[in-house]
């Protein structure tokens, strides 16, 4: 009733009680103002989305839209979702943000205040999703992504952000946990000295927390002894990689995007450098970077991902989801970016059918409180509230080896593979 | 300031080599930028851009001819050449010259820039490219260091344009009439020098030099169509430190930023030491303006 009263005022004059009464009409248009439709007027259940379709994530951007087109199609055969006692079709509006962080922002302030989506998929690479998730918080509206990792995001104490991607921080954990159980079994020395490099962002930050605070637990097991942090999109590591060849380290820990992991290890191999353990974090197995330094070249490079095909072995969502995909695009694997691209689109469905409605603040609450069966590695998706909405489903790690591309090697139940270390390749 | 305790004679000649490499690729994609400047007084932004063009014919001509990258260049030199005559023509020759000109053709080839950037992403998508050939992993022993073949050749060919182009401005007809144009357009005109085919040249040549460092590049780093800003940067950097139009200041100014960027790896933390680049440049525009090297003209 109030809000009807704020297109009914008028201007004139106005002594102080009815200035008092303009601002508790003004506070109650600004309460009203992101409330949807209930599921009862509605025909349709509108999501908002951007992904970066053009521009320098275009490749990954594409990707995503994969996965969130390969969910859509599973719901809409289905009939829709079922919300409030009747199937809903659900249209996505899908737009380009073109790997532009302002254009990101204005994407989704179009889309949740113009087009009036009930509620928003994320879109990918941390920048943008940083920026992005101001706009929904500001407009209270359900914000689900697959493409934020940073731990940052997460930790802002907004209410209506979830993100599907573990932290980085994990990442370095879980390495080190694999690393740690080849010390015990004697594959590297103890102490073990550490070169970690990052790369200067705050995915680097995360895996440099990760690694570090497990070498801090390990009562003396493992020496960081050289910590450095490089510049995005280098062209010159030599320096860097000097200081690693000085510091005699045993295992070479870095988290880099692909370019610079091209660029670093084609730097590493001219530098005959050698570890008994290498890792760049989540790169390792792509194929751009087989093709640009040689198989040889890679084998034994360690690396954790968010997902991984192969986990269908083992996971039956999983499964379900691989069949599905290839079935969809002629035979094709998917890669962890499709995988989390479906699993966002299927949290969010999931939440908005345990609501029964459209509201968003019930779907926020569903969202805060899910916990279902997941394709992701783990088992489980669910949104701690103690993390700020972020996952922290465990990573798996992969090691490129000569005869088996990248299988996984840890953790051991859905290892299809073991390990080797230390690496055969250093004399 | 960080403990040196790391330091021997073994990593600083590590270090030194390291410096001589870098200064090569510096000097390599620095060239176009200072001869178009040296000659036309136009900041060609669309330089970064043209590097990024280099590399993708390099990159097609191997991935889908099989041929080499460094027998590639000379098609390269030719398209490259060509798409700055075409600049040029189309677009530069008709912007004011002199200081009113200064912002509309940075403007100008800025976007140029953007056009190119967006038809790789158009043909090429954003994947990140590489050139492997069966010699991408070699490296020789040098003083006990290991240094990249590819590199070596970088710095070889680096070294090689400097003396051509020095040669091509010294010792022929047309170079001098390019050092006349730099020095004196309209005096130039007055003794029947055509000066816009002067131009022309110039603006062409320079475009070619930038799309052979896109080749050369290619050949040892990824590149994709966001590629090119860093180029830029760097090329900027070394082109005014070494002095707007001189060629072998242009080769002095790049081993000094190498060096400089190579060794503050000793002091500070490694993502700083981009920086000392620019640091530099600061330095040199407030303390001598004209660059390291005076305000000699392209000699």
């Known amino acids: 009733m109030l809000c009807a009263g704020v297109n009914a005022m008028t201007y004139r004059t106005c002594s102080t009680p009815c200035y008092l009464l303009v601002a508790l009409v003004a506070l109650s248009a600004a309460a009203c103002k992101p409330k949807a439709a209930p599921a009862g007027d509605r025909t349709e259940i509108l999501i908002g989305g951007t992904l970066p379709l053009t521009g320098g994530e275009a490749r990954i951007g594409g990707f995503f839209k994969e996965g969130y087109d390969l969910a859509l199609e599973e719901v809409t055969k289905a009939g829709g979702l079922e919300v409030g006692g009747k199937k809903l079709p659900v249209k996505l509006m899908l737009l380009d943000d073109t790997t532009n962080q302002a254009t990101a922002v204005s994407l989704a302030d179009k889309l949740i205040n113009s087009d009036k989506v009930d509620f928003f998929l994320g879109t990918y690479s941390t920048a943008l999703v940083e920026a992005q998730t101001t706009v929904a918080e500001q407009n209270k509206v359900p914000y689900v992504n697959g493409g934020g990792a940073a731990s940052q995001i997460y930790k802002r104490g907004f209410k209506y952000i979830f993100g599907t991607l573990a932290p980085v921080d994990l990442l370095g954990t879980t390495l080190m946990t694999w690393i740690d159980e080849q010390q015990k079994a004697g594959a590297v020395p103890k102490p073990a000295k550490i070169a970690l490099l990052w790369e200067n962002t705050s995915h680097g930050k995360d895996f440099r927390k990760g690694v570090s605070e497990f070498a801090s637990k390990s009562a003396g097991a493992y020496e960081i002894a050289v910590d450095e942090s490089f510049e995005l999109n280098g062209k010159d590591f030599s320096a860097l990689l000097g200081k690693v060849k000085a510091a005699g380290t045993d295992l070479f820990l870095v988290d880099a995007h692909l370019p610079d992991y091209i660029t670093m290890h084609r730097q590493y191999l001219d530098a005959a450098l050698c570890h008994k353990i290498m890792s760049y974090g989540a790169r390792g197995s792509e194929k751009a970077a087989i093709d640009a330094l040689g198989r040889d070249n890679v084998d034994y490079v360690l690396s954790g991902v968010w997902w991984n095909a192969q986990l269908a072995a083992t996971n039956p969502i999983a499964k379900k989801f691989v069949e599905a995909f290839k079935a969809k695009y002629a035979g094709r694997s998917p890669e962890w970016f499709q995988a989390l691209g479906y699993e966002t689109v299927r949290a969010l469905f999931v939440a908005i059918q345990q609501a029964g409605s459209l509201d968003r603040e019930a779907v926020r609450a569903k969202l805060a409180a899910l916990k279902i069966d997941s394709l992701l590695p783990g088992g489980t998706l669910d949104f701690p509230a103690d993390k700020g909405g972020q996952v922290q489903a465990p990573f798996v790690v992969q090691q490129n080896l000569p005869a088996a591309d990248a299988p996984i090697i840890f953790p051991k139940a859905v290892a299809n593979a073991t390990g080797v270390a230390p690496n055969p390749h250093c004399k | ?299």
Do not use: K
């Open chain 2, 1 to 299: 300031m960080r403990p040196l305790d790391l330091i021997s004679f073994a990593r600083l000649g590590d270090l030194a080599v390291s410096a001589v490499l870098l200064a090569g690729l510096y000097a390599t994609m620095a060239y176009g930028l200072g001869l178009i400047y040296g000659v036309l007084r136009v900041v060609n932004l669309a330089h970064g851009g043209v590097i990024m063009a280099g590399a993708y014919i390099g990159w097609a001509m191997f991935d889908r001819l099989g041929i080499d990258p460094y027998l590639s260049i000379p098609v390269v030199m030719v398209v490259s050449f060509a798409l700055g005559v075409a600049m040029y023509q189309g677009l530069v020759r008709r912007l004011p010259r002199g200081a009113a000109g200064g912002p509309a053709s940075l403007l100008l080839l800025f976007g140029v820039w953007l056009v190119l950037r967006n038809i790789a992403y158009l043909v090429f998508t954003g994947n990140d490219r590489t050139i492997r050939t069966a010699y991408s992993s070699r490296s020789l022993a040098i003083l006990g260091s290991h240094v990249s073949l590819t590199r070596l050749v970088v710095l070889g060919l680096g070294l090689a344009i400097a003396i051509g182009l020095h040669l091509l401005l010294r010792r022929t007809l047309i170079g001098r009439a390019i050092r006349a144009v730099a020095q004196n357009a309209d005096s130039c005109t007055l003794v029947g020098i055509d000066v816009e085919r002067i131009y022309t040249l110039t603006f062409g040549i320079g475009t070619a030099l930038a799309g052979v460092a896109g080749v050369l590049l290619a050949t040892i780093f990824s590149f994709s169509p966001a590629s090119g800003s860093s180029e830029l940067l760097r090329s900027f950097v070394v082109v005014v430190l070494g002095g707007l139009g001189s060629v072998f200041g242009v080769v002095i100014a790049a081993l000094i930023v190498a060096t400089a960027e190579v060794f503050a790896v000793l002091i500070l933390p490694s993502y700083l030491t981009s920086a000392v680049g620019f640091l530099l440049l600061v330095l040199v525009l407030v303390l001598r303006p004209g660059g390291l090297f005076g305000q000699r003209v392209l000699a």
